[in-house]
């Protein structure tokens, strides 16, 4: 029995087909005009800091523009995983506070939350995150860190997603909107 677990543990060998230097440019290409999609917006809302630019967003941006076919790069989980985890994440920071007690609460029930509404998405841990270590200018965005800077981000990358990923001839994004 002990075997067996610790076999489990050995993995198999990977099996990578060769990088296509065309779809790792249209990957850059679709962050690129992402990323900087929300530094602009960040900048003409909140001139005087950076709050827009979460670090969740960056790898929302690997799933959306290098795995646009994962089911967690989808509009429901991109969304949904992150604007559910910035309540689970704000909620976990009034209540407990600036503590790694606070930390904890808010990612492990941000994927609680995340698992029972199918909205799975990586990115909503960290999203969850630093609503708890964020700033005290993130903190006194209180609920409307949900909305502004996280739902507006999501939805501007995943206009960008959508745009530049369907202009490729060997890409299809979403693969199901809901």
């Known amino acids: ?27 850059w290409f679709g962050a690129f005009l992402g990323m900087t999609g929300v530094g602009w917006l960040s900048e003409l809302t909140l001139p005087s800091q950076a709050l827009l630019m979460i670090g969740s967003f960056g790898a929302t941006s690997v799933l959306l523009y290098a795995a646009p076919e994962s089911p967690l790069a989808q509009p429901r989980n991109v969304l949904g ?3 559910l985890s910035a309540l689970v994440g704000v909620f976990s920071w009034q209540w407990l506070g600036d503590t790694w007690l606070a930390a904890a609460v808010a990612v492990s029930t ?41 739902a507006t981000a999501c939805i501007l990358m995943l206009s960008v997603a959508i745009l530049v990923n369907n202009l490729a001839r060997h890409r299809r994004y979403p693969q199901h909107w809901w």
């Open 110 to 150: 941000a994927i609680l939350v995340m698992q029972l509404t199918h909205t799975l998405h990586p990115p909503g841990g960290a999203t969850a995150l630093i609503a708890v270590i964020g700033s005290s200018e993130l903190h006194s965005l209180s609920w409307s860190y949900a909305l502004m800077p996280v």
């Open 1 to 27: 029995m002990v075997r067996t677990y610790l076999n489990k543990m050995k993995g198999a060998p990977a099996e990578r087909a060769r990088p296509c230097w065309r779809d790792a440019l249209w990957s």
């Open 81 to 83: 995983g992150n604007v």
